[in-house]
């Protein structure tokens, strides 16, 4: 149940300090020590026809992004065994573009089906807009969890992307949760939107009984339109995390790009403020931190929350 407009306002008003203990208790509450590790593969890269502000792999812009077809199935597989030694339970391929065009759909297809075979993680995908018959196709492949953020709120969202709609992702989403899949859906916080926008995204969320959600914070680029953007204080983000916590109390809160540059001292107060996921390995085109550190960490919050 979404809380009321009144209950937002009310946990707007408080302190960073009381907010991140209000969400941590509710954290704990609802989901207990519970913290899952992700992974994701870069499967196909660059070209892409969306406009993005904050891509690289836009092919609008400029950037010195890799640009290569599907890989192969042997070194996604091999990606997948990784994941799973590094203590990942779910691993996505992303592929970019609007969505899998031409023979693609059958060659992703029995790649799932292969890591399912041969891999014991949880398979996802992040193949952009996709039908339904597409969902249902990767579902009986072996697919549970399709993944496509929001990216920021309905309101804030055509200052972000023109080639699309907002109402697009609403409806890929919607097929996804039809085809019998488990969705993952989020977005990213620091392109210029406000506090407003970020509880508007979650709302959004809440409506859609999103069960997991990735949290990026915004790596400005070089060559995207949001390069020069200025990186958000530290305060706000942990109160981005806790407010996300408090109307998505049931919810994975998943920290994706950004939580290393972005936090840096601060990476463990996010699971002070009720974040209790991690992406691991790298961020498509940004690497992140080694999956021993990541481990490392993982047991030091277990033993915060205990």
Wanted: charged letters at 20%.
């Amino acid at each position: 149940m979404k809380p009321s407009p009144a209950q937002i306002e009310s946990w707007r008003a408080l302190p960073c300090r009381e907010l991140m203990a209000r969400a941590l208790e509710t954290k704990l509450a609802r989901r207990g020590q519970r913290l899952s590790l992700c992974a994701i593969i870069n499967a196909k890269s660059g070209q892409c026809s969306e406009d993005c502000r904050f891509c690289t792999q836009s092919a609008h812009f400029k950037t010195d992004t890799p640009v290569y077809p599907l890989k192969s199935a042997a070194e996604i597989i091999a990606a997948a065994r990784q994941a799973r030694e590094d203590g990942a339970s779910h691993f996505s391929l992303v592929t970019s573009g609007r969505g899998i065009t031409g023979g693609l759909l059958p060659e992703v297809a029995e790649i799932i089906a292969a890591i399912k075979d041969q891999v014991d993680i949880g398979v996802c995908a992040s193949l952009g807009i996709a039908t339904l018959p597409d969902l249902q196709t990767l579902k009986q492949a072996g697919l549970s969890r399709y993944h496509h953020n929001l990216e920021t709120s309905r309101e804030f969202f055509p200052q972000i992307v023109t080639t699309h709609s907002f109402g697009e992702r609403l409806a890929t989403i919607e097929a996804a949760k039809e085809a019998g899949l488990e969705v993952c859906a989020g977005g990213i916080i620091g392109l210029g939107e406000s506090e407003t926008d970020r509880i508007s995204m979650a709302l959004t969320l809440a409506e859609l009984e999103i069960k997991s959600v990735p949290i990026n914070i915004l790596i400005p680029l070089p060559g995207t339109p949001l390069a020069d953007s200025k990186p958000l204080a530290t305060p706000e983000i942990l109160r981005t995390i806790a407010l996300l916590r408090l109307i998505l109390p049931d919810a994975a809160l998943r920290l994706a790009a950004g939580r290393e540059s972005a936090l840096h001292d601060f990476l463990s107060s996010a699971f002070l403020a009720g974040a209790d996921g991690m992406m691991i390995g790298g961020y498509l085109t940004q690497r992140g931190r080694s999956a021993a550190a990541d481990r490392q960490f993982v047991q030091a919050i277990r033993e915060i929350w205990r």
